[in-house]
């Protein structure tokens, strides 16, 4: 599991998330409902992981050629293009549904 964990690059996405937070704050005006932020922050971890997946597997071949991206597990062989492809589909669409049952404002109504 670590291995798939890697295909989402969670330092980039934390440095995604840090702008997350200021950005909850200046849409509510205030202090964000806790709900909100603790969805908005998770959701935000599948989507953004989600994308450093599919460009791990878009970008396979050429990551043999550098030695700093040489070692990524798909890459590699560590894990199939095709296990990939169903895991950075996954956890995408686990993001949109994140956002649209938890964070979008007009399902309180």
């Known amino acids: 599991m670590k291995k798939y964990i890697s295909l989402m690059k969670l330092r980039v996405v934390e440095l995604l998330l840090v702008t997350t937070l200021p ?19 998770l959701g935000g971890t599948f989507a953004a992981g989600g994308a450093n997946a599919f460009n791990m597997i878009i970008e396979a071949k050429s990551d043999l050629l550098m030695k700093r991206t040489a070692n990524r597990p798909i890459a ?34």
């Open 23 to 41: 950005a909850l704050f200046l849409a509510s005006e205030g202090v964000p409902d806790l709900s909100i932020t603790f969805w908005s922050l």
């Open 76 to 109: 590699t062989g560590e894990i199939s293009k095709n296990n990939g492809l169903l895991f950075a589909t996954l956890i995408s669409l686990i993001s949109l549904a994140i956002f649209y049952i938890f964070t979008t404002p007009w399902q309180h109504y």
